[in-house]
């Protein structure tokens, strides 16, 4: 882990309230899709983490959501601003987790972490699908993404209003599969836990401290005791959790 200043590349808007933000500079190394970045907000006192949705050797790609004060802020970065990010956090998906065929299921902005998942395990040779869930067609995002990546045929997307994509939950759509990735709400991971029975990795999500495992802030109780989000997850597999 180490503290960068990244340049502001881009800001996007994607939607009425999520943007994405693409950071550029030296010693970008992640280790497996699914880590995450703490972002320093100059006047707030915590860092804001934010998962990696896509990076390359220069580049790293925020999407978040604005739910606050913090991420109010970054909607508001511009290209050219200094941002000063913790990186990287967070232990990542496994993508060498026995089996072809990949399953990986999102809850709205949980989405961006598996767009850098499908990357790497396309590159692995896994068959990869995707169900995308949103509460209505504007809350929508990386639809294009996914689909231009997996092809049309391999992803599905739902809305819970049904004005866009099948209408109803996750749940609704899931397909069989060897293993399965999931980030997003909670109550959408723990259906998605109860009702399938392959292998599973989710990846929670708790309100942070330090973010790199000195504060216990982030401590959830699991079946091998106590365990930080920030630091031995966000991902983890199925088997340990108590929902
Ligand atoms: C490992 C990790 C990865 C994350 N990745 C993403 C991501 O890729 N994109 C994204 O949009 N968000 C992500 N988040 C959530 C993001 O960190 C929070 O939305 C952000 O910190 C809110 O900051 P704020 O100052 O805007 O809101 P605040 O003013 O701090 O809070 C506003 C509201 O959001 C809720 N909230 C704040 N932080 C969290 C949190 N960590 N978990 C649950 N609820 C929270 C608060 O309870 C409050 O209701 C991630 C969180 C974690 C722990
Ligand atoms: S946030 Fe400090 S230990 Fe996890």
């Not at 990696?52 to 909607?75: E, H, I, N, P, W």
């Not at 995002?141 to 739902?158: M, P, Y």
Request: aromatic share 6%; glycine share 12%; hydrophobic share 40%.
């Amino acid at each position: 882990m180490q503290t960068l200043m990244l340049t502001v590349k881009s800001n996007e808007r994607l939607n009425h309230d999520t943007f994405s933000l693409v950071l550029e500079g030296d010693n970008l190394t992640f280790s497996a899709p699914g880590q995450f970045v703490n972002v320093d907000i100059p006047g707030l006192y915590l860092r804001r983490p934010i998962s990696v949705c896509q990076s390359t050797d220069t580049t790293v790609r925020l999407v978040f959501k604005v739910v606050g004060k913090g991420t109010a802020l970054m909607a508001g970065y511009k290209q050219g601003d200094v941002v000063d990010v913790l990186s990287p956090l967070g232990n990542g998906f496994d993508v060498n987790a026995e089996g072809k065929k990949a399953l990986l299921v999102g809850g709205g902005v949980g989405t961006p972490p598996l767009l850098g998942l499908a990357e790497e395990l396309l590159k692995k040779g896994k068959e990869v699908k995707a169900v995308l869930g949103f509460n209505t067609a504007s809350d929508i995002i990386l639809e294009k993404d996914f689909r231009s990546l997996l092809g049309e045929g391999n992803v599905t997307v739902t809305t819970m209003d049904g004005s866009a994509g099948k209408k109803g939950l996750v749940t609704d759509a899931l397909e069989e599969c060897d293993v399965l990735y999931s980030c997003g709400p909670l109550p959408m991971m723990k259906a998605v836990a109860q009702k399938v029975k392959c292998k599973c990795y989710f990846s929670l999500e708790s309100r942070m401290g330090c973010g790199f495992g000195a504060c216990m802030g982030c401590s959830i109780q699991t079946a091998n005791g106590a365990k930080r989000v920030c630091k031995d997850g966000p991902v983890f597999d199925g088997e340990v959790l108590i929902w």
